[in-house]
C-alpha cells in the first residue's frame, strides 16, 4: 500500500472518529519548550554552532536540533490523553524564519517537524488501535498582517501582500504533507485576509495533489470587543471563510476558557462546519504568565460541554499535560456537538 493510501486511510479515520466523540488536540508546545530551558547551545546544536546570528528563541529550529525533546513533548501530550498533535511549525515560514535569518531551512524544518510528529502518533496508535491518533500540520499566521499597516503614519502602507502569503503558505503546507500530517491547522488567525491567503495556498495544494486533507481554522479575538485584531466580529470572521469546505472552524489564544465562551456560542450556532476551540490557561498575570491550573480550566470548559459548543477542545498558551488530561478525562464524559446544516440565511450577520 503506498504512503498516499495511507494517508487517506487516516483521514477518513479522522472523519469516522469526529462523529463519534470530542476529539482532544494537544496543548501548548511553548510552554512545554520553556520548561527545558534551552539555552543558545541548545538551539544552536552541533549543525549551527557557528551560525552568525543568534537563535535562542527559535523554537520551530529545535525539531532539527533537539528532535528528542520535541518528540518527548509529543508524548507527554498523547499519554494525558490527546487525539491530535500539533506540528512544531507555528513559525515555519520564510516570513518568520527571516527573523532569524533562516528562510532557506523552512522545507526542512517542516518535513522534519512532522515526520517527529507521525512517528510518535503512530507509535501511540499502535498502542491503541481504538484510539487512534492523529496530526496537524500547524500553520501560524506569520509576524505581517495584510491588512493593517504597522506604520500608523502610513495607513495605507502593508508589510505583505496577498501574493507573497499565498506562495509562503503553500510552501509551508506542501512540506508538511510531504513530512505524513493528517490535517492542516491554520491557527491563531488574527488577520483574516491572511488566513485567505493561507486557505488559497491550500486550495492550490490540493489541486496539485489531487486529493484534499481536511483544514482546520482557528482564529483569535483579541479582548472584549469580541473581534479580530483586524476588525471582525466572531460572526463575520466565519462567514468570510464559510466558502472553503472546512472540516472545523474555532477560536483560540488570547483569552481563557471564561472569556471565550460567549463566542463558541456564536460559532456553536452559526457554523456548518465542526467546532474547535483551544483557549488559554486563563489570562495572563503581571509577568506574563499563566496561573490557571488543570482544575479550573476543566470546570470552565465543562461550560463549553454542557452547552453542547464543541467537537475539538484543547489548550493553548499557558496549558501543559495535566492540562490536556484533565480535558481529555471531562471529554469522555459528554457527547460531540451535532454537526449542523445550517442556511445560508443563518449566516448572515445578526
Not at 491588512?147 to 505583505?160: E, F, K, L, T, W
Not at 466565519?238 to 483569552?255: D, E, M, R, T, V
Amino acid at each position: 500500500m503506498t504512503e498516499n493510501n495511507f494517508a487517506l486511510e487516516r483521514i477518513q479515520r479522522l472523519h469516522e472518529e469526529v462523529k463519534k466523540r470530542i476529539l482532544v488536540l494537544d496543548g501548548a508546545m511553548g510552554t512545554m519548550i520553556q520548561a527545558f530551558k534551552p539555552t543558545e547551545e541548545d538551539y544552536r546544536g552541533q549543525r549551527f554552532k557557528d551560525f552568525p546570528h543568534d537563535l535562542k528563541g527559535n523554537n520551530d529550529l529545535l525539531s532539527i536540533t533537539q528532535p528528542e525533546m520535541i518528540k518527548s513533548i509529543h508524548a507527554k501530550y498523547l499519554e494525558a490523553g490527546a487525539d491530535i498533535i500539533e506540528t512544531n511549525t507555528f513559525n515555519s515560514t520564510r516570513i518568520s524564519m527571516a527573523d532569524y535569518h533562516m528562510e532557506s531551512l523552512v522545507p526542512e524544518l517542516n518535513f522534519q517537524a512532522a515526520t517527529i510528529a507521525r512517528q510518535v502518533a503512530d507509535e501511540f496508535s499502535a498502542r491503541q488501535p481504538d484510539k487512534p491518533r492523529f496530526v496537524a500540520g500547524s500553520i501560524g499566521p506569520t509576524n505581517k498582517t495584510a491588512s493593517i499597516s504597522p506604520d500608523v503614519n502610513d495607513p495605507g502602507y502593508r508589510a505583505i501582500d496577498f501574493d507573497t502569503l499565498v506562495v509562503n503558505y503553500k510552501e509551508q503546507a506542501k512540506n508538511l504533507v510531504q513530512g505524513g500530517v493528517d490535517l492542516l491547522l491554520v491557527e491563531t488567525v488574527f488577520d483574516t485576509l491572511n488566513a485567505k491567503a493561507a486557505l488559497f495556498g491550500l486550495t492550490e495544494l490540493f489541486d496539485d495533489l489531487g486529493y484534499q486533507l481536511p483544514i482546520m481554522v482557528s482564529g483569535t479575538i483579541t479582548d472584549a470587543s469580541g473581534r479580530t485584531l483586524s476588525g471582525q466580529t466572531t460572526e463575520a470572521f466565519l462567514i468570510s471563510l464559510s466558502h472553503i469546505p472546512l472540516f472545523s472552524i474555532g477560536l483560540n489564544c488570547a483569552l481563557g476558557a471564561e472569556q471565550l465562551r460567549p463566542y463558541l456560542q456564536i460559532l456553536a450556532r452559526k457554523s456548518p462546519f465542526w467546532v474547535s476551540a483551544h483557549p488559554n490557561a486563563g489570562l495572563p498575570n503581571a509577568f506574563g504568565e499563566y496561573d490557571q491550573s488543570p482544575e479550573m480550566m476543566a470546570a470552565q470548559i465543562q461550560e463549553f460541554l454542557e452547552l453542547d459548543l464543541i467537537n475539538i477542545i484543547g489548550g493553548c498558551c499557558g496549558t501543559g499535560p495535566d492540562h490536556i488530561k484533565a480535558i481529555a478525562g471531562l471529554a469522555t464524559r459528554y457527547q460531540p456537538r451535532k454537526h449542523k446544516e445550517v442556511s445560508e440565511a443563518a449566516l448572515k450577520v445578526s
